[in-house]
């Protein structure tokens, strides 16, 4: 039923009720209030607290304007022995005159600390005269989440009418969810607990529903996040059902590349290389995450599978968010390939016209059998001849729709290439599965042997020069230093003026070092030749800009300075830490950052300083600045829940999944209206 089928509701409401996603009577239902006022009942002046909201009444005792800072009305109004203040900046005569001692006053405000008592600051009032006294209201009273134009009293007369629709059609809004299932979880009917929330009893615990932890509330968050589940195991069961390749594989290159390794794979890499390696022999696409902190060595894992893809006869793709760090994949990869005579094609967005061309037809004929690139390789017009295995490292940048653009990669017959996507965010278990329902999961939880942890320190950027003194210290002992930039500003060109300036500074102070400079605006050449020479040693110091976030491996750097650390969230910083303590000797990391500290800033940096665990910092970032942004998928709009918090209600998720097995085994017919009801049109992909 369209919102237009509520008396009162027109087209004009309809446009601006579209803008926020409500479109339907049931979208009216869903669309709960963000919190409640309790004005059913007044409270006695004595026992409210610091914080409350409050309907009190009482006697006006005093009125006077004060002169102080700014001009201000005070009231004084009493019960009993007990006494309020009423403070009123913006006031008229009339309102003086009729705020006069001995009128009786019914007050809703929320209650705070005033210089001698408690007070209320712009407080709605009016009269009471005994005589036509004015009813309570009967129910909490819901404060909505609105859009311009739109009032709280005509969101209230709107739910109303919803609500009547829904008592009198209650087939309107079928509970999809079995019986068996609310009694075991204990939750509430869905007619029943969207009424609730729409309209508290007076008895309610504000506390709860401030929470989020009513069985109301708990009963749409679960049935919400059933319903993404099911909505990714669906894509999951899809792409499970399409033919892929099936890369056997014979071993013989693997092989060799184990055998010219430095070094023995960590049980952890050998467990996760055996689950892919098993994936990659069926008949159907490999949809597979592995995660692994910072340093634990997902690249040659993933360079196992693309050796197992190339003995089988089929090309690889390897795909990264930035195109230094597909620069630095490609280094890798050639590396370890080219003494196996295989050739690693390079394609990135500044690849155009001729260039470009050569690598397209040689990826069409099959002639190039590993690439390397950015985005760049999801273009239309990039075919294979026949790609067996897409890997897309740093998995946190890339959504759902385009895990699913790689789909109609897989060249010749309609094979869907393999793909394995890694990522260096480790989350909890439990929200992974949910999060990624779509994909199966490894995890390389151990680190190679030998690391230090990097020993890390909070210093305010007033003490500047000895943080230099440290990087010639730590140049003069034969080490490498990182020295980077951060700026608020989102605009790239200031954030590279910054390296440029900074490196220029350090240049100066610095006369005997030889710095580099990376930042995004330089030519992939120059950037390639300031990394290779950081590489190898001819480069000492290497101011840089963030890009250098992900990826970059240079182990005998072993400081690092970031600049304004208090800028950067906790994920970033640990990313960015995490280029040093890749070689033997102990690393240290200087966050410098300028004074005054927020709360939450100063939280981060004392995470950072404290624990090197990516999984700790992981679960601290999640509790401070909640998973969509963790997850990178706050922009992408997936995730995105109505009512649901992954934080919140990470308890649930178990037995979510649980729930979701079962009624995918016994009541398959509700799984579509279910995906229908919380994700809508969002499903497309589903279809794609
Ligand atoms: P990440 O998981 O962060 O992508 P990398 O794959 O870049 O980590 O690996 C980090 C460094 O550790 C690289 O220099 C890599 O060669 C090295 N490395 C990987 N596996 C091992 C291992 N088992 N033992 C020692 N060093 C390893
Ligand atoms: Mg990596």
């Not at 005093?62 to 006494?83: D, K, P, Q, T």
């Not at 390939?337 to 050569?358: C, F, I, M, N, S």
Request: charged share 25%; aromatic share 4%.
């Amino acid at each position: 039923m369209p919102v237009t089928a509520l008396k009162g509701v027109g087209a004009r409401n309809a446009e601006r009720l579209a803008k926020i996603g409500v479109q339907t009577v049931q979208d009216v239902l869903f669309h709960l209030p963000f919190r409640y006022q309790d004005r059913t009942r007044i409270t006695p002046m004595y026992a409210l607290r610091l914080g409350d909201q409050a309907v009190v009444e009482g006697v006006v005792e005093m009125s006077e304007i004060r002169f102080g800072r700014r001009r201000s009305l005070l009231v004084v109004l009493a019960e009993g022995n007990a006494s309020l203040t009423l403070r009123f900046f913006h006031f008229s005569a009339a309102q003086k005159a009729g705020l006069a001692p001995g009128v009786r006053l019914r007050c809703f405000g929320e209650v705070r600390n005033g210089p001698k008592s408690l007070e209320m600051v712009h407080p709605e009032y009016h009269r009471v005269d005994g005589e036509n006294e004015q009813d309570m209201e009967e129910s909490l009273t819901p404060i909505y989440p609105t859009t311009e134009g739109m009032h709280q009293l005509s969101w209230r007369g709107m739910t109303d009418k919803a609500l009547v629709v829904l008592a009198e059609h209650p087939q309107g809004l079928p509970d999809l969810l079995p019986e068996a299932l609310l009694r075991s979880q204990r939750l509430p009917e869905l007619a029943a607990a969207v009424r609730y929330l729409h309209r508290p009893p007076p008895d309610a615990s504000l506390d709860e529903l401030a929470e989020g932890r009513h069985p109301a509330q708990r009963r749409l968050a679960f049935e919400e996040l059933l319903a993404h589940q099911l909505s990714l195991r669906e894509l999951r069961r899809l792409h499970k059902g399409t033919p892929a390749r099936a890369l056997a594989g014979g071993g013989d290159l693997r092989q060799r590349l184990m055998a010219s390794l430095p070094f023995k794979l960590t049980a952890a890499q050998l467990r996760v290389a055996g689950e892919i390696g098993e994936d990659l022999r069926r008949k159907h696409p490999m949809m597979r995450l592995v995660q692994g902190d910072v340093g634990s060595g997902k690249t040659v894992v993933s360079a196992l599978a693309v050796l197992q893809a190339l003995e089988s006869k089929c090309q690889a793709a390897l795909m990264a968010p930035t195109e230094l760090l597909a620069e630095q994949h490609l280094r890798s990869f050639r590396g370890w390939l080219e003494p196996l005579d295989l050739e690693v094609a390079w394609l990135t967005g500044r690849h155009k016209g001729k260039a470009r061309q050569q690598i397209l037809e040689s990826l069409a004929t099959g002639e190039t059998r590993l690439v390397v690139g950015t985005h760049a390789l999801l273009q239309e017009d990039v075919v294979f001849s026949a790609l067996g295995l897409v890997i897309v490292d740093e998995q946190h940048r890339f959504g759902v729709h385009q895990r699913m653009a790689l789909r109609g990669k897989g060249g010749s017959g309609d094979f869907v290439p393999h793909q394995l996507i890694m990522t260096a965010t480790p989350i909890p278990r439990s929200l992974a599965m949910t999060a990624y329902a779509d994909l199966d999961l490894s995890v390389i939880d151990e680190l190679p042997p030998g690391r230090l942890p990097v020993s890390t320190v909070a210093i305010p950027d007033s003490r500047r020069e000895e943080v230099i003194e440290r990087v010639r210290a730590a140049c003069q002992e034969q080490r490498q230093a990182y020295w980077v930039c951060t700026l608020i500003e989102e605009s790239e060109a200031l954030q590279c003026q910054a390296a440029e300036d900074t490196a220029l500074q350090l240049a100066e102070a610095l006369p005997d070092l030889r710095i580099g400079l990376v930042h995004g605006r330089l030519k992939a050449a120059e950037k390639e030749s300031m990394m290779d020479g950081f590489k190898r040693g001819e480069i000492e110091l290497l101011v840089s800009t963030t890009v250098i976030e992900v990826g970059v491996d240079v182990p005998n750097a072993s400081l690092m300075i970031i600049e304004n650390p208090e800028r950067l969230g906790l994920a970033q910083l640990h990313q960015l830490r995490g280029r040093v303590g890749r070689g033997a000797t102990e690393s240290h990391c200087v966050l410098m950052y300028h004074p005054p500290l927020t709360g939450k800033a100063r939280e981060r940096l004392a995470v950072m300083r404290h624990t090197g665990d990516g999984f700790v910092i992981a679960r601290k970032d999640l509790e401070l600045r909640g998973p969509g942004e963790v997850l990178g998928t706050r922009q992408t709009g997936e995730m995105q829940f109505r009512i649901a918090d992954l934080v919140r209600d990470q308890g649930m998720l178990d037995d979510i999944r649980q729930a979701a097995d079962q009624l995918l085994k016994n009541n398959p017919d509700r799984v579509e209206p279910l995906i229908r009801r919380w994700i809508g049109e969002k499903t497309q992909y589903i279809n794609a």
